[in-house]
């Protein structure tokens, strides 16, 4: 196995893809080669990043020192038992997924875990983004975090148990405050005034949570245990059923927590 990492090879061309190749090649790492099940998203960013563009999984091993595996949780071990017989190191970069679905076909393996929500096209301060990472061994260890510390200074040792955690904390953090973002949008639009009105208040919101501790911070009516407000706001909701019902799961959490 290579002590050091210098050439990467890609699965996936998707969101974390797309970050991940560009930014290492940025820091000068070489990409050789990008497979994905759809051709022309990998013949995009094998263009944006110098890369070639593989037919058969397996092409992966080619010249590279660390392929990653930046597909959909569930494809993982599929792609991963195309690729075997790999002298250098794979890993795959899902939170929720352990890092033994390699072990079976793989001596140097590993998770390279960046907690951000990642969009095609939208640049992301990868500096600013923790990885967490997982290894076979400490010689995987140490060259899988060179690798991470060259996109940012943010580098953890996280177990699989961990990383579980971690992915659903930020399922809660990201997507589904995300939900209420949607949802609140839909409400805006409904009353005829423009959903901009809202940025104010989620930013402040966002400003908060990440200064303190978000359990300080908890306003509105359900904190005040106001129940008159809260039943006039399920009221206005009546229409919407699964929405007033989501209202109210909430309302009592925060309530209880504050008892």
Same mark, same amino acid.
């Given at each position: 196995?290579?002590? &050091?990492?210098?050439?990467?090879?890609?699965?996936?061309?998707?969101?974390?893809?797309?970050?991940?190749?560009? #930014?290492?090649? +940025?820091?000068? /790492?070489?990409?050789?080669?990008?497979?994905?099940?759809?051709?022309? %998203?990998? +013949?995009?960013?094998?263009?944006?990043?110098?890369?070639?563009?593989?037919?058969?999984?397996?092409?992966?091993?080619? %010249?590279?020192?660390?392929?990653?595996?930046?597909?959909?949780?569930?494809?993982?071990?599929?792609?991963?038992?195309?690729?075997?017989?790999?002298? #250098?190191?794979?890993?795959?970069?899902?939170?929720?997924?352990?890092?033994?679905?390699?072990?079976?076909?793989?001596? %140097?393996?590993?998770?390279?875990?960046?907690?951000?929500?990642?969009?095609?096209?939208?640049?992301?301060?990868?500096?600013?983004?923790?990885?967490? +990472?997982?290894?076979?061994?400490?010689?995987?260890?140490?060259?899988?975090?060179?690798?991470?510390?060259?996109?940012?200074?943010?580098?953890?040792?996280?177990?699989?148990?961990?990383?579980?955690?971690?992915?659903?904390?930020?399922?809660?953090?990201? %997507?589904?405050?995300?939900?209420?973002?949607?949802?609140?949008?839909?409400?805006?639009?409904?009353?005829?005034?423009?959903?901009?009105?809202?940025?104010?208040?989620?930013?402040?919101?966002?400003?908060?949570?990440?200064?303190?501790?978000?359990?300080?911070?908890?306003?509105?009516?359900?904190?005040?245990?106001?129940?008159?407000?809260?039943?006039?706001?399920?009221?206005?909701?009546?229409?919407?059923?699964? /929405?007033?019902?989501? /209202?109210?799961?909430?309302?009592?959490?925060? &309530?209880?927590? /504050?008892?």
């Amino acid at each position: 196995m290579q002590k &050091s990492i210098g050439k990467i090879a890609l699965a996936g061309s998707g969101n974390i893809a797309w970050h991940l190749a560009n #930014g290492f090649k +940025l820091q000068g /790492y070489e990409i050789t080669g990008i497979w994905s099940r759809t051709k022309s %998203n990998a +013949l995009e960013l094998a263009e944006n990043c110098g890369a070639l563009v593989y037919e058969e999984i397996s092409d992966l091993r080619k %010249n590279a020192d660390m392929i990653i595996l930046a597909v959909a949780d569930n494809a993982i071990e599929e792609v991963a038992s195309h690729i075997r017989k790999f002298d #250098g190191i794979l890993v795959h970069t899902a939170g929720s997924v352990p890092m033994d679905v390699l072990k079976d076909s793989f001596i %140097n393996y590993g998770v390279f875990y960046p907690l951000q929500t990642f969009s095609k096209g939208t640049p992301v301060d990868l500096s600013e983004v923790p990885f967490f +990472l997982e290894s076979s061994s400490n010689e995987v260890f140490q060259a899988i975090k060179q690798a991470a510390l060259s996109l940012s200074a943010k580098v953890y040792e996280a177990d699989s148990h961990q990383r579980m955690l971690l992915h659903v904390a930020a399922v809660f953090a990201g %997507n589904y405050s995300n939900l209420m973002y949607t949802i609140s949008n839909e409400l805006i639009k409904s009353s005829g005034l423009p959903k901009e009105i809202l940025h104010p208040l989620i930013l402040e919101t966002a400003r908060k949570a990440a200064s303190g501790d978000p359990l300080k911070m908890q306003t509105g009516p359900a904190r005040r245990n106001d129940t008159s407000t809260i039943e006039k706001h399920i009221e206005t909701l009546a229409s919407l059923p699964e /929405y007033a019902e989501l /209202y109210r799961l909430l309302a009592n959490l925060i &309530s209880n927590k /504050y008892k």
